[in-house]
């Protein structure tokens, strides 16, 4: 398989290494995914190939998982995922308001990343913090009544650093 710099034959070598360590695993599938996704920062229909072919399945099965798990991407991702709960009580409580103020501080839509790619904004269906609604993730950070513009913005602020 030729890739098109040595940066990219570099990553290939090294989910190879992944590959060839976890094969041995009973399902070792979507371990190996994720740490082709930890490699490349997203899972291109050409790692997809790759990945399938080292393990001698279809490329329908890894697609199959990759498409089924929220936590797997095709896009780019940003440096940070935040995802916003859109459960029925983030939904009651304001998540479409927190969706609308998180859009016009990234100037992202749902599913986009910054141009800076520091983050990707994403949806998820309840995250366990109902009390807290509404809620969002960023990484394993639970961020909860996010109401006003100025939490939102204290938040973002921490990451930007």
């Not at 304001?94 to 141009?115: N, R, V």
């Amino acid at each position: 398989m030729s890739h098109t710099c040595d940066k990219d034959q570099a990553l290939y070598d090294e989910l190879k290494l992944v590959i060839n360590e976890k094969k041995k695993l009973r399902n070792p599938l979507i371990e190996i995914l994720h740490k082709a996704q930890d490699i490349f920062g997203y899972l291109p229909v050409e790692v997809q190939m790759f990945v399938a072919e080292q393990l001698e399945i279809s490329l329908s099965k890894v697609y199959g998982v990759v498409t089924f798990y929220n936590r797997f991407s095709m896009t780019p991702r940003g440096k940070y995922l935040i995802n916003v709960c859109t459960g029925t009580a983030c939904y009651v409580k304001g998540a479409p308001k927190l969706i609308q103020m998180l859009s016009e501080e990234l100037k992202i839509g749902m599913g986009e990343t910054t141009p800076d790619n520091m983050f990707t904004l994403s949806e998820v269906r309840c995250v366990g913090a109902c009390s807290l609604a509404p809620v969002l993730v960023i990484d394993e950070e639970t961020y909860g009544r996010l109401d006003t513009r100025k939490k939102v913005k204290e938040i973002l602020n921490r990451y930007r650093g």
